[in-house]
């Protein structure tokens, strides 16, 4: 082999390492990055949350406002005032009746007393006054006895269905408030009974 062919041959080799050595570069199209994404996500998450917890708010808001008005129209100041101030009578809740000479609540008054209960829960600042009553049978000691065994026994029910003691108080009026005066069993049943009043609403 001549001298000039072994030059060309050699030229041809270099040429060809320069050319596999140094492939061609390849373009990679700029997208998001994994952690931009995420943060993303997160970001309208965090915002699509605090647009509920909003909503949840407003929604709380006009219930309490809508609960108070419907309170405020169940109300109506007692004539005569308890042994805390003013008083309130309320249409929402209910009085319970007691069988003669007992102080016992019975089947039926115990549901009137889970209603009470419900109101007293739906209204957490309102505090009640229990009034103990009995007819006019018996001694005025004994029937102020027994009014506050039956306004006690109320309350000790009122917080066995979670009503908190401190927003229940008692008091006994024995025979002298009866609401009906007659002096037979259909006026008598009626004046056996406990009485709840709003004190603090």
Not at 47 to 58: D, S, T, V, W, Y
Not at 73 to 78: F, H, N
Not at 136 to 153: F, K, Q
Not at 160 to 169: E, H, I, K
Request: hydrophobic share 35%; net charge positive.
């Amino acid at each position: 082999m001549s001298r000039k062919s072994l030059w060309v041959m050699v030229f041809i080799l270099c040429f060809g390492l320069i050319l596999t050595g140094c492939p061609k570069k390849t373009v990679v199209k700029d997208e998001p990055s994994a952690k931009a994404e995420a943060a993303r996500i997160e970001a309208e998450r965090v915002a699509k949350e605090k647009e509920r917890e909003a909503k949840e708010r407003e929604t709380a808001r006009l219930k309490e406002e809508e609960a108070k008005r419907e309170l405020e129209k169940s109300l109506t100041a007692k004539k005569t005032p308890g042994m805390e101030g003013v008083v309130y009578e309320s249409s929402l809740l209910k009085p319970i009746y007691f069988d003669y000479d007992k102080y016992d609540i019975r089947p039926a008054d115990a549901e009137t007393l889970k209603g009470n209960a419900a109101v007293l829960k739906k209204y957490p600042t309102i505090k009640i006054q229990i009034e103990g009553h009995c007819d006019e049978r018996g001694t005025d000691e004994y029937n102020l006895a027994l009014g506050e065994r039956r306004a006690g026994s109320t309350k000790k029910y009122l917080n066995s269905l979670g009503v908190a003691p401190d927003r229940v108080t008692i008091i006994s009026f024995g025979e002298e408030k009866p609401v009906d005066s007659a002096h037979n069993e259909t006026a008598w049943s009626k004046n056996r009974r406990a009485h709840p009043v709003i004190t603090s609403k």
